[in-house]
Every structure is written in structure tokens, then in C-alpha cells.
């Protein structure tokens, strides 16, 4: 096998393909497989200036009844190709950063510039643009072999490359989010991103890095952030993801949120010192740095000593559960793992019933005596009773939350889950009309 390497001008490669003497061969190359959205990069890549990746072609010649004849097939590029002769043929019409940004989804920094080929196909180019894509040159390698089978082997090789996964193309993006997710999920390749001992020591990782404690990472980012246990959860699949980082291109790392996550994993690690059970699979550790979030403020720290008994006390129930497929701790958490697991619907209901199950366990003791309903508490009757207030039966949004006591607080009604109920801020009784409350959920339930 012989290997040249050249540069050629598009416009000379688009004029092999028009003479049909660029071609693939249909016995092992795939059809063309780019979206649109991919095609329009491509150029617009080429009108920034970007290089394109290496184009192997296969240099045949051969004798034709006493003639000879070249051609070149093509081993890898069939994709970047298609791409070229289609604008070249103006049948794609190039993207505008900043109208078509829910496709496009370029960075900011592109956005704030003009883009001289918004909405253009190869026609409507100016001159000197034109002149640009035609002249652009791309680097190829000319592959000589009489052997079909080396071109064939070669062209496997190159595809048997992996493929950047979701989580490595994130990584390349712009942005504070991307900075966040690095920094804390870690990056073992970077020296600067060793990640934080929660997702290094804690976590279970299945298989090597390709940035599953990113992933994991970004999903409790986005659940944390957003104020998930205040009643805003939102989808963590790998769309989602993609959707919240371009979202947050703009993320301020030095927040006073981002330096609240890194305590409540700082307290995570503590709580879970000396554990000697099996590492934290995604789910669980969603869900621990969740409720950790909820206790922080309010409680007394006591419960830190008791977390670990009440999360393999938690974990035991789990198991036996799973092991049946029956049971409460099946059917309101086990199954719920298993499918549509990272859709909002289904983590809440995860984690309320986590929640509810570790709060048993664990001894609260609010900080503030004079206060009512801590945190936990709050969330667990909010959503126990289905984000509906007890007074007029409509939805609740959590800013507009209180908790009644049935039996008022004054008259030594307690401060427990069982004696509240959520009701409207506007909505909540006093005076008589809570007394008139008590007698009618009473007579009810």
C-alpha cells in the first residue's frame, strides 16, 4: 500500500465527483447518513475557516477495453463530501446563528457576530464568499493498492475508532456549566479536575471514565439548581442535559449555589465516612445529596450521625423488595429505577418516598423551636398531598406554601407530618375559620 499525502481545492474535488470520478464503493460503505443540521455545520465550519479531519481515498487505475482509466473511491469523507456538493448544488440553506438558535445552538460567542452567510445557499453568496468555499483547501491521503481487501481493511480501521459520547462532546462546549461539571464531576486526564471525593470514592463507576460522573454530576446540578425538593424537578435524560448546558452557557461558577453544592458534598463524604457497603449506584446518590439539601438548614446536625444506619436500613428493605418484585419499597422506588428513570414524574415520586422512609429513621430536631415545619418536612407533606391545598383543592406552587396544623399549634396541636396539611398562603385558617377547618377535615377523615 502506497500513501500520498495532497491539499485540494473543493471545488476541483466537487469537479472529480461531478465527472463521476469520485465515487464509494456500495459493497462496504454506508449511504449518506448526515442530517441536515450536520451538513450545515460542515459549511459553515469551512466558511469560518475551521480545518476539516483527514479524506482517504482509494487512487484506482485500471485498463478499459485498451484504455486507461482513474478514479478515486472514497474510503472516509463520504459524509463531508455529500455535504459539499449539496450547498455547492444550493440545496441547503446555511443556518442562522441567532433565529434558528434552537437548532443551530451555536455558542454566544458566534452569536455576537455578525454571520455574513445567515440564511444563504451557495447562490445567494456574495462573490468573495464563493470564492472562499471554492477555494478552500482540504487535505487528503491517496491510498495505491492493487489489494481491494487493504482498502477495505483500511476503511474498518477508521471507523473503529469510538466515538465521542454525549458526555465527551459536552465537555467541548463553552460555558460555566461545562466548567462546573468538570470541576466537580472530574476529568482524570486534566490534572485541575480530580473531581470531588463524593463522585470519586462514593460513587459506583461501572466502567472506564468516558465521563459517567460528569453525566451523573450535571444531573444533580440541574435538579439542585433548579430547586427540584421546592417542587421545579425537570427531565435529566441525555436531551435534557444537552438542552441545560446550552441553557447556561453563562453559569456563574463562582455563585453562592455552586458553593452551597460543594458543601452539601462536603457533607455527604462526611455522613458517609467509613461506609463499608457497596458503592452509591446513580440513583441513590441523586437522591442522598437531594435530602442532604434539605436537612442542611434547618435541623440540627444529629441526623448526620444517624444517616448511614437509616440509608443501608433503607437499602436492606430495597433489596428484599427487589428480590420479590413486590412491596412497597418495589413499587414506589425499585421499579421506578428501571424505566422512563429520569424523567421529572418519576424522580419525585422517588424521592418522596426516600425521603419519607430515611425522615422515620432519622431523629429531627428543627434548630429554631419557635419555627413550625422544617425543609423535609414541608416537602413531604406538599407532596403527600399532591401539591393541593387542604382549603379550596387547587394547585399549589411552593412559593405559595404554608403548613397547617389540624390541630392548631396554640392549643397544642404538634408539629408533626400527620397534623399538617399544605394549604395556599391566602387560603391558610386563623381564628374561627380554623377551628371550622379542624371539625370539617375531621368529620371527613
Known amino acids: 500500500m502506497e500513501l500520498n499525502s495532497e491539499k485540494i481545492k473543493i471545488k476541483d474535488l466537487l469537479e472529480l465527483k461531478y465527472n463521476n470520478m469520485l465515487n464509494i464503493n456500495p459493497e462496504y460503505q454506508r449511504?449518506?447518513?448526515?442530517?441536515?443540521?450536520?451538513?450545515?455545520?460542515l459549511i459553515d465550519s469551512v466558511l469560518r475557516g475551521y480545518p476539516l479531519p483527514l479524506i482517504y481515498l482509494h487512487h484506482k487505475k485500471k485498463s478499459v477495453a485498451g484504455m486507461q482509466r482513474e478514479d478515486l473511491e472514497i474510503i472516509d469523507g463520504q459524509q463531508r463530501i455529500n455535504a459539499l456538493f449539496k450547498f455547492k448544488e444550493s440545496a441547503l440553506k446555511l443556518f442562522d446563528p441567532i433565529?434558528?438558535?434552537?437548532?443551530?445552538?451555536?455558542?454566544?460567542?458566534i452569536k455576537q457576530v455578525p454571520c455574513q452567510w445567515a440564511t444563504c445557499d451557495y447562490i445567494s453568496?456574495?462573490?468573495?464568499?464563493?470564492?472562499?468555499f471554492n477555494n478552500t483547501e482540504l487535505f487528503i491521503v491517496k491510498v495505491t493498492t492493487d489489494n481491494e481487501d487493504e482498502a477495505r481493511d483500511l476503511f474498518i480501521r477508521l471507523q473503529a475508532g469510538l466515538p465521542l459520547n454525549a458526555q465527551e462532546k459536552r465537555?467541548?462546549?463553552?460555558?460555566?456549566?461545562?466548567?462546573?461539571?468538570?470541576?466537580?464531576?472530574?476529568k482524570i486526564e486534566l490534572t485541575r479536575y480530580p473531581g470531588h471525593d463524593f463522585f470519586k470514592k462514593l460513587v459506583l463507576n461501572n466502567s472506564i471514565d468516558r465521563g459517567a460522573m460528569r453525566t451523573l454530576c450535571?444531573?444533580?446540578?440541574?435538579?439542585?439548581?433548579?430547586?427540584?425538593?421546592k417542587g421545579k424537578w425537570t427531565d435529566i435524560g441525555s436531551q435534557a442535559i444537552d438542552d441545560y448546558y446550552y441553557c447556561n452557557l453563562d453559569f456563574g461558577m463562582n455563585s453562592p449555589i455552586v458553593t452551597r453544592f460543594s458543601k452539601i458534598l462536603d457533607l455527604a463524604v462526611e455522613v458517609f465516612e467509613g461506609f463499608k457497603g457497596p458503592k452509591l449506584k446513580v440513583h441513590e446518590a441523586i437522591h442522598i445529596i437531594l435530602l442532604i439539601d434539605s436537612l442542611y438548614d434547618d435541623y440540627t446536625r444529629n441526623w448526620s450521625n444517624q444517616f448511614k444506619a437509616a440509608f443501608e436500613d433503607f437499602r436492606y428493605n430495597s433489596a428484599i423488595n427487589k428480590k420479590d418484585k413486590e412491596g412497597e419499597y418495589?413499587?414506589?422506588?425499585?421499579?421506578?429505577?428501571?424505566?422512563?428513570?429520569?424523567?421529572?414524574?418519576?424522580?419525585?415520586?422517588?424521592?418522596?418516598?426516600?425521603?419519607?422512609?430515611m425522615s422515620d429513621l432519622l431523629n429531627l430536631t428543627l434548630k429554631d423551636s419557635l419555627r413550625d415545619y422544617g425543609q423535609l418536612e414541608r416537602e413531604i407533606i406538599y407532596y403527600r398531598d399532591g401539591k393541593k391545598?387542604?382549603?379550596?383543592?387547587?394547585?399549589?406552587?411552593w412559593d405559595?406554601?404554608?403548613?397547617?396544623?389540624?390541630?392548631?399549634?396554640?392549643?397544642?396541636?404538634?408539629?408533626?407530618?400527620?397534623n399538617g396539611v399544605a394549604v395556599h398562603i391566602v387560603c391558610h385558617p386563623k381564628g374561627q375559620s380554623a377551628i371550622k377547618f379542624n371539625l370539617e377535615w375531621k368529620s371527613k377523615n
Not at 125 to 132: A, N
Not at 171 to 186: N, R, V
Not at 405 to 418: F, K, L, S, W, Y
Open 330 to 357: 418495589w413499587f414506589k422506588y425499585g421499579a421506578l429505577t428501571m424505566t422512563l428513570s429520569t424523567t421529572s414524574n418519576t424522580l419525585q415520586k422517588r424521592h418522596k418516598f426516600f425521603s419519607e422512609k
Open 99 to 109: 433565529k434558528d438558535d434552537k437548532v443551530a445552538r451555536f455558542p454566544n460567542f
Open 31 to 41: 449511504g449518506s447518513v448526515w442530517k441536515e443540521p450536520q451538513q450545515k455545520k
Open 125 to 132: 453568496l456574495s462573490e468573495d464568499l464563493r470564492e472562499k
Open 389 to 397: 391545598c387542604a382549603v379550596c383543592s387547587s394547585e399549589i406552587k
Open 400 to 418: 405559595d406554601l404554608e403548613i397547617h396544623h389540624i390541630d392548631e399549634h396554640q392549643n397544642g396541636g404538634q408539629t408533626t407530618i400527620e
Open 171 to 186: 465537555d467541548a462546549w463553552p460555558g460555566g456549566f461545562t466548567e462546573f461539571t468538570l470541576k466537580f464531576g472530574g
Open 218 to 229: 450535571a444531573q444533580i446540578g440541574m435538579l439542585f439548581f433548579e430547586g427540584a425538593t
